[in-house]
Nanobody
């Protein structure tokens, strides 16, 4: 298991940027694939982005492609989500998650991730 804590959420106007961070505990962070998911009230938890253990491979949801960038720093045990050109529909609680397994399209499925943070709220509104 890995403990995850998200930070960086807040209230911003449309078109603004935010950078979310996820801090992981332990010394085995580099062995996990990492993902970002988001959930709005009354909605299902949706995939946002994922990155493999080395940071060399990524997946993005079509809704965020070109606007969001996922990255990781294994030396600091952190994963980040840079969010640019934010839209009101990006409003949600954002969660980071860890999956110790093979890399592939299945890392876009929330149910495949075994460890989750508590989430950080992103609100995009005028």
């Amino acid at each position: 298991q890995v403990q995850l804590v998200e930070s960086g959420g807040g209230l911003v106007q449309p078109g603004a940027s935010l950078r979310l961070s996820c801090a992981a505990s332990g010394r085995t962070f580099s062995s996990y694939n990492m993902g970002w998911f988001r959930q709005a009230p009354g909605k299902e938890r949706d995939f946002v982005a994922a990155i493999n253990w080395s940071g060399s491979n990524t997946y993005y949801a079509d809704s965020v492609k070109g606007r969001f960038t996922i990255s990781r720093d294994n030396a600091e045990n952190t994963v980040h989500l840079q969010m640019n050109s934010l839209k009101p529909e990006d409003t949600a609680v954002y969660y980071c998650a860890a999956y110790r397994g093979n890399w592939g399209p299945h890392v876009t499925v929330a149910g495949n991730f075994g460890s989750w943070g508590q989430g950080t709220l992103v609100t995009v509104s005028s």
